[in-house]
T-cell receptor, first 114, second 114 residues
Framework: AQSVTQLGSHVSVSEGALVLLRCNYS??????LFWYVQYPNQGLQLLLK??????LVKGINGFEAEFKKSETSFHLTKPSAHMSDAAEYFC????????????FGKGTRLSVIA | ETGVTQSPTHLIKTRGQQVTLRCSSQ?????VSWYQQALGQGPQFIFQ???????GRGNFPPRFSGLQFPNYSSELNVNALELDDSALYLC?????????????FGSGTQLSVL
């Protein structure tokens, strides 16, 4: 079984500051890991994913995440926050080479202060 | 734009009623899955259909049922609505037989049960 824990239900950063959203996972099999973003009144948009290979993955809008097996973590970062980054972010895990449904964390709301 | 459309966008029902939510996937996407997102929570997997057959189910009671049609459309039916069924319902489609590597989400249907 898989599970995801997102530390911090709400994160607030200043425009131009580093964004760090934390995600820890639990999986009995090699995981596939994802970050999704949800803007108000919209569905989920894939930011980035880790399947196999390089542990540092780059996504859209300047976001990146690093898979650390020893720490069971997949934290999302962006060097410089922009006002348009304000949204809800979800970390998700899937197992068996992606052949199991996504299990999502509860989400982290990112606020960006001008 | 994911190419996945859901209807209606909003719906209000009363307890005990039945509801049908609809999803239109991209052409060629043989897999469709449905997720329930309660307020302040991450999406939870309801079930998945591949080529018109259910091939995965989450921890939801039988009053949640679905259909998938050859024209890449699908339905989520919920009978005997309860107040806790109030949520955003998300449809996601994939070109593969299984797997979460390439999921495309719709914008969801917001269901309110009074």
């Amino acid at each position: 079984a898989q599970s995801v824990t997102q530390l911090g239900s709400h994160v607030s950063v200043s425009e131009g500051a580093l964004v760090l959203l934390r995600c820890n996972y639990s999986s009995s099999v090699p995981p596939y890991l994802f970050w999704y973003v949800q803007y108000p009144n919209q569905g989920l948009q894939l930011l980035l994913k880790y399947t196999t290979g390089a542990t540092l993955v780059k996504g859209i809008n300047g976001f990146e995440a690093e898979f650390k097996k020893s720490e069971t973590s997949f934290h999302l970062t962006k060097p410089s926050a922009h006002m348009s980054d304000a949204a809800e972010y979800f970390c998700a895990v899937s197992g068996y080479s992606g052949n199991t449904p996504l299990v999502f964390g509860k989400g982290t709301r990112l606020s960006v202060i001008a | 734009e994911t190419g996945v459309t859901q209807s209606p966008t909003h719906l209000i029902k009363t307890r005990g009623q039945q509801v049908t939510l609809r999803c239109s996937s991209q052409s060629g996407h043989n897999t469709v899955s449905w997720y329930q997102q309660a307020l302040g929570q991450g999406p939870q997997f309801i079930f998945q259909y591949y080529r018109e057959e259910e091939n995965g189910r989450g921890n939801f009671p039988p009053r949640f049922s679905g259909l998938q049609f050859p024209n890449y459309s699908s339905e989520l039916n919920v009978n005997a609505l309860e107040l806790d069924d109030s949520a955003l319902y998300l449809c996601a489609s994939s070109p593969g037989s299984l797997g979460t590597e390439k999921l495309f989400f719709g914008s969801g249907t917001q269901l309110s049960v009074l």
